[in-house]
């Protein structure tokens, strides 16, 4: 089974998008991904509640990892790869979206050879 994550700019989420005015073009991209892989992973800087909101527009083989209401974003990035070990460790391929906030994919690379 084929998996892939793409680890959001540092900061970065659906909320951010649709406020920038991209969110159409990245859940377009998202949607390419997950036809070329079984389990997309997204990891957003969204807290839970947020991220919940955006679920019904990506297809159902994406996978959203939000960030825990209570987690300061920088501490977030730099633990996502160790909280969420069991979901990352079989994905094969790591994007990032930007060089900001590529650190938790170095990460994931590191830790499970993606």
């Not at 992973?41 to 209570?70: C, G, K, M």
Request: glycine share 6%; net charge positive.
């Amino acid at each position: 089974m084929a998996e892939c994550v793409l680890v959001l700019s540092y900061g970065g989420g659906f909320e951010t998008w649709r406020r920038a005015g991209i969110l159409l073009r990245a859940l377009k991209l998202i949607k390419a991904f997950s036809s070329f892989y079984d389990i997309v992973w997204i990891i957003t800087y969204d807290d839970h509640e947020i991220a919940t909101r955006y679920q019904r527009l990506i297809p159902r083989n994406v996978r959203v990892i939000s960030r825990p209401r209570f987690i300061p974003k920088l501490i977030y990035s730099l633990f996502v790869p160790v909280l969420k070990s069991r979901a990352l460790r079989n994905v094969r391929i790591v994007r990032t979206w930007q060089l900001w906030g590529s650190w938790p994919a170095i990460l994931i690379k590191f830790f499970y050879g993606s």
